[in-house]
């Protein structure tokens, strides 16, 4: 079975400094990843995937993600927050068969000034 | 290249009402989700269709919900009768096939809300 959990509800970090969202995911097979970003009143956007390539993944907006299969993570990291990154993050495990998404419960990513 | 649309955004009803959400997926995309977020969780998948046959609909309360893509284009996804529970935001979702390596593009989404 696939899961996925989200150890943080909420992340709060001042402009510039870096960004660590952690990710933990549970599948039988070999499974692809995915964040996805929600801003407020907006459809989710992909940040970036990891396929069974690269384990280092590196996405849109300078965020970038690395696969770790021994501690089952893909946590998600930005070596410098802008006050633009504030929004919801979502961690996503896929299924074997047909595409099935499973996503986490979100991590609020705030920015203070 | 145009996105995932939906329509309406918002919707307001009554308990027991009927209502109903309209997705265009992006062209040339075979396979179309349909996700119910409620307040403060991650999405959940209701009913994936692969062109206009439906490969997953295990999560779809079917007592009450319906889901319909009729020449595997556009999808239309109704409620009926609304229960307050099912206040939540719906999200369309396409991609252009079902491979465990495809990327999912969502829509705005529409937000429900059952008084």
């Known amino acids: 079975a696939q899961s996925v959990t989200q150890l943080d509800s909420h992340v709060s970090v001042s402009e510039g400094t870096p960004v660590l969202l952690r990710c933990n995911y549970s599948?039988?097979?070999?499974?692809?990843l995915f964040w996805y970003v929600q801003h407020p009143n907006k459809g989710l956007q992909l940040l970036l995937k990891?396929?069974?390539?690269?384990?280092l993944v590196k996405g849109i907006n300078g965020f970038e993600a690395e696969f770790k299969k021994s501690e089952t993570s893909f946590h998600l990291t930005k070596p410098s927050a802008h006050m633009s990154d504030a929004a919801e993050y979502f961690c996503?495990?896929?299924?074997?068969?047909?595409?099935?998404?499973?996503f986490g419960s979100g991590t609020k990513l705030n920015v203070k000034p | 290249e145009a996105g995932v649309a939906q329509s309406p955004r918002y919707k307001i009803i009554e308990k027991r009402q009927s209502v109903a959400f309209w997705c265009n997926p992006i062209?040339?995309?075979?396979?179309l989700y349909w996700y119910q977020q409620i307040l403060g969780q991650g999405p959940k998948l209701l009913i994936q269709?692969?062109?206009?046959?439906?490969?997953?609909d295990s999560q779809l309360p079917k007592d009450r919900f319906s889901a319909e893509r009729l020449k595997g284009v556009d999808s239309t996804l109704k409620i009926q009768p609304a229960k307050l529970e099912d206040s939540a935001v719906y999200l369309c979702?396409?991609?252009?096939?079902?491979?465990?390596?495809?990327?999912?593009?969502f829509g705005p989404g529409t937000r429900l809300l059952v008084l």
């Open positions: 599948s039988s097979y070999s499974p692809s």
């Open positions: 062209s040339g995309h075979a396979t």
């Open positions: 269709f692969q062109n206009n046959g439906v490969v997953d």
């Open positions: 996503v495990v896929t299924a074997y068969n047909f595409n099935k998404f499973y």
């Open positions: 979702a396409s991609s252009l096939g079902s491979g465990i390596q495809e990327t999912q593009y």
């Open positions: 990891y396929t069974s390539a690269a384990t």
